[in-house]
């Protein structure tokens, strides 16, 4: 099989524990690109935590684009155009917010390239770590957040916030719902997954979904796993996922991307 597009989560998956691309990562993906292959970031990530990565990846030169917050903006890195856009309503966010508070876990979301959040947490401050935005915390949640938004992220301690995955997804099934880390539940519109989004740019650009692989290590990656052509996780996945994918590389912080690359691109 000849692959055309290689679409790759960041955290935990492209990117090293802190938070690089490696070396071998980089060279080997500029030799994919001077073949004709799309290199495509997807990550839970919002657009403006991801670009810095990707023109270091010379995205931007090889006409390339991002699914950022999980799928729900994709846009092309040579001039930050917009292809695709879906947000949550008012309604769901201040929802989403009600069962936070029931359930007792923090809630972010994100308003003019802040972090928007009521509590302060440990687990925000990793988020503020990955990404890079300020983190603006207000007084009452609801009222800062008085327009629609691209996605909430439920936060608390992995064990408790992992038995919380099916109930909301049952209580608010208009939802859709993924962990991207064990201690960040994300929430977009209904519909609206990395799978889905990268189905719409794969469509775009004329290429079919087994000439697609895609590589990642978590739950907010698997529909995207299960989509492509060949499925890949690095060997860091989530371990009740590890028999989802096509395909188990090294792990984000042993070139694993470089490992699919060289075996199946190069």
Not at 172 to 190: G, R
Not at 197 to 217: C, F, M, P, T
């Amino acid at each position: 099989m000849q692959y055309k597009m290689l679409v790759l989560d960041m955290d935990d998956t492209l990117l090293t524990d802190d938070h690089k691309i490696s070396d071998l990562n980089k060279k080997v993906l500029l030799e994919a690109q001077a073949k004709g292959v799309y290199v495509v970031l997807a990550s839970g990530r919002p657009t403006s935590a991801m670009t810095a990565y990707a023109k270091e990846l010379e995205l931007d030169l090889n006409n390339s684009y991002m699914l950022s917050f999980n799928g729900a903006i994709i846009s092309a890195v040579k001039d930050d155009t917009i292809l695709f856009e879906q947000q949550l309503t008012v309604k769901q966010i201040h929802d989403l917010y009600d069962y936070s508070v029931k359930m007792k876990t923090h809630i972010i979301t994100y308003l003019d390239g802040e972090i928007i959040s009521e509590t302060d947490s440990e687990y925000i401050e990793i988020e503020k770590e990955i990404t890079g935005l300020p983190h603006k915390k207000v007084p009452n949640f609801k009222e800062a957040v008085n327009r629609p938004a691209v996605k909430c992220i439920l936060l608390a301690e992995p064990s408790y916030l992992k038995s919380l995955e099916e109930d909301l997804k049952q209580t608010m099934p208009d939802l859709s719902i993924a962990m991207s880390k064990p201690f960040f539940l994300e929430a977009a519109q209904h519909g609206i997954d990395k799978a889905a989004s990268l189905k719409l740019l794969a469509e775009k650009l004329n290429i079919h979904q087994s000439e697609i692989i895609a590589v990642g290590n978590a739950g907010n990656d698997l529909t995207m796993i299960e989509y492509a052509g060949l499925g890949v996780w690095v060997d860091n996945v989530t371990p009740e996922l590890r028999d989802r994918a096509d395909v188990i590389v090294a792990s984000n912080n042993d070139n694993g991307v470089a490992e699919v690359v060289q075996r199946y691109i190069l």
